[in-house]
């Protein structure tokens, strides 16, 4: 697994913001909110007061889309009294809830966890064993050149931390890549590549659409006001 290195490198895009674009770098190390935040002004527009004293109310919106087209055809499995239970709806269906920000050396990264529809954080509720697989943030350089799908633990002080996916954005042929490195388990690596670099294909938009009514309001709309959706 490749590593992102967070010291001495600038990176940019959706989740990983430098502290100067922000008109205050008041945020300590491990600056955060609770899950469960209740303030009137989350409720009024979406954005937690944090995310907006920081100005990173695009940052928030870019980091969540970007999640929720990564998970969106995924289905995930939980488990309840050591049986794995497969849920009747996609991730894009679920609540995908502000966790934390945090300055990390200079940078702004924003996390977020997924909710099921009891309360309960997804994270919770599936094996440890899969846990690492569902990331809480997504990340690029500024070249847009080494981007990854990153499980950040807000309170762990190292320097790196891992990309889910060690993918080759310069691979000129990126099925003929993986399936000499991998053989016959590629076509899953030609999968994770493109829910990073191709996400919204043909098929990913049609099914958003044909599941508009299901899908978390949320997506929904940002898909709506991104243009994906009429």
Same mark, same amino acid.
Request: hydrophobic fraction near 30%; glycine fraction near 2%; proline fraction near 4%.
């Given at each position: 697994?490749k590593?992102?290195?967070l010291?001495?490198?600038?990176?940019?895009?959706t989740?990983l913001?430098?502290?100067?674009?922000?008109?205050?770098?008041?945020? /300590?190390?491990?600056?955060?909110?609770s899950?469960?935040?209740q303030?009137?002004?989350?409720?009024?527009?979406?954005?937690?007061?944090?995310?907006?004293?920081?100005?990173?109310?695009?940052q928030?919106?870019?980091?969540?889309w970007?999640?929720?087209?990564y998970?969106c055809l995924?289905?995930?499995?939980?488990?309840?009294?050591e049986t794995?239970?497969?849920?009747?709806?996609?991730?894009s269906?679920?609540?995908l809830?502000y966790?934390?920000?945090?300055?990390?050396n200079?940078?702004?990264i924003i996390t977020?966890e997924y909710?099921l529809?009891n309360?309960?954080?997804?994270?919770?509720?599936i094996?440890? /064993?899969?846990?690492m697989?569902l990331?809480n943030t997504?990340?690029s350089s500024i070249?847009?050149?080494?981007?990854?799908?990153?499980?950040?633990?807000p309170n762990?002080?190292?320097?790196?931390k891992?990309?889910?996916?060690?993918?080759?954005?310069n691979?000129?042929?990126?099925?003929e890549?993986?399936k000499?490195?991998?053989?016959?388990?590629?076509?899953?690596?030609?999968r994770l590549?493109?829910?990073l670099?191709?996400?919204?294909?043909?098929?990913?938009?049609?099914f958003?659409?044909k599941n508009?009514?299901?899908?978390?309001?949320?997506f929904?709309?940002?898909?709506?006001?991104?243009?994906?959706?009429d």
């Amino acid at each position: 697994m490749k590593q992102l290195k967070l010291k001495g490198k600038l990176i940019l895009l959706t989740s990983l913001i430098p502290s100067s674009m922000s008109c205050q770098n008041k945020t /300590s190390n491990t600056a955060g909110i609770s899950n469960n935040i209740q303030s009137a002004d989350y409720q009024t527009d979406g954005y937690p007061q944090e995310i907006k004293n920081l100005k990173l109310e695009k940052q928030f919106d870019d980091t969540k889309w970007s999640l929720y087209l990564y998970n969106c055809l995924d289905t995930p499995f939980i488990v309840r009294d050591e049986t794995t239970i497969k849920l009747d709806q996609p991730m894009s269906a679920y609540e995908l809830r502000y966790d934390t920000v945090i300055n990390k050396n200079g940078n702004y990264i924003i996390t977020f966890e997924y909710y099921l529809k009891n309360g309960e954080s997804l994270r919770d509720s599936i094996s440890d /064993s899969w846990s690492m697989f569902l990331p809480n943030t997504i990340t690029s350089s500024i070249k847009n050149v080494e981007r990854c799908a990153v499980l950040i633990h807000p309170n762990d002080d190292s320097e790196s931390k891992e990309c889910l996916n060690d993918m080759p954005p310069n691979a000129k042929n990126i099925t003929e890549y993986y399936k000499s490195k991998y053989k016959k388990d590629y076509m899953d690596y030609v999968r994770l590549y493109r829910k990073l670099y191709d996400p919204l294909d043909n098929h990913t938009v049609d099914f958003i659409n044909k599941n508009r009514s299901t899908l978390n309001k949320w997506f929904i709309q940002e898909a709506e006001k991104r243009g994906v959706l009429d």
